[in-house]
């Protein structure tokens, strides 16, 4: 098959990249602002532009089989932007991949979009749950990952096209730790550390979306760990594995809060472009017990192996 994947220079899309052509796959890479990572002893055709772009989304989509939008812009941005780059970009890829015979588009979304989870807890939410309603997350990222699974669910009903909708957990990575955040040498945890939120490494994520793609039939799935671990020593387990010196440190709501805040004036008063911190938000979901339902995912052959290598250290 030939897949185009943009977004490509990011985590995520860049281990799409590798996970398919690995398998064998022609990939089409769009890069942005950054490059392509290049895959050894593999061949990806990379174009330079964004979707946002009728001409670019048209000349994107010519001779692919399916389309991996891994793509999306950040806030803070300014509004019209934000939704031209990341809504009207989707649209736009899924109508111009449709008039040039795409069968499967695989949206990459967030398991955010379920709000404060208030399902969440002993039982796993199910990957046929609906998202939340836009009002209900007071977060522009999750928001706007919401209307794209709409907006995309319709044009795809209408057009008849495949849609498939994975929805990763936090990723982490060899370099990229399994925190809520870090400052310098210290990876930070909110709260105790005690529950379990849904860290999965980025290259099981990227895993899950090749397995999709080649069974492309229309699904929602869930890429989060199969058999969650407790936050805090998931955390000091990746630690061990990977950066001895890091830190981890499992703090306050309030000291959390308070660095929040911080970070939020330095950068205003820099003259960064940043916007006012969710923190009720934010910490809310951090010190939450997360847990997804993967049945979707695991009847796909989809298994956790990069997540499962750094829970197996949590009991050293």
Not at 51 to 62: E, F, I, S
């Amino acid at each position: 098959m030939r897949v185009l994947v943009t977004g490509a220079a990011g985590r995520l899309g860049a281990a799409c990249v590798a996970a398919l052509a690995d398998a064998g796959h022609d990939v089409r890479a769009l890069e942005h602002r950054r490059p392509v990572t290049p895959v050894p002893g593999r061949r990806v055709e990379v174009r330079q532009g964004t979707p946002a772009d009728p001409a670019t989304a048209a000349d994107l989509t010519r001779d692919v089989d399916a389309v991996v939008h891994c793509a999306f812009r950040f806030a803070p941005h300014p509004p019209a932007d934000y939704r031209r780059d990341n809504l009207d970009a989707a649209l736009r890829l899924m109508e111009h991949g449709h008039a040039n015979g795409v069968r499967t588009f695989v949206q990459v979304s967030s398991v955010m979009v379920y709000g404060l989870d208030p399902g969440a807890g002993t039982d796993p939410v199910p990957e046929t749950r609906s998202p939340a309603d836009v009002a209900e997350v007071l977060d522009p990222y999750p928001a706007m990952k919401i209307e794209l699974e709409r907006r995309l669910r319709g044009s795809a009903e209408r057009l008849g096209v495949n849609l498939v909708v994975v929805r990763p957990g936090i990723l982490f990575d060899e370099r990229t730790p399994p925190v809520v955040r870090t400052v310098g040498r210290v990876g930070l945890l909110v709260g105790a550390g005690r529950n379990h939120l849904p860290f999965v490494h980025t290259a099981d994520v990227a895993d899950l979306v090749r397995r999709a793609v080649e069974d492309g039939r229309p699904a929602v799935y869930h890429a989060a760990p199969v058999r969650p671990a407790a936050a805090l020593p998931f955390a000091r387990a990746w630690c061990r594995r990977h950066a001895p010196g890091l830190r981890v440190l499992p703090v306050p709501r309030s000291a959390y809060a308070a660095l929040g805040l911080l970070t939020w004036s330095a950068a205003r008063a820099r003259g960064r472009p940043a916007r006012w911190p969710n923190l009720r938000y934010g910490i809310r979901r951090a010190t939450r017990d997360l847990r997804y339902d993967v049945t979707g995912a695991r009847a796909l052959g989809w298994v956790d192996t990069h997540t499962r290598t750094v829970q197996e250290g949590t009991n050293r």
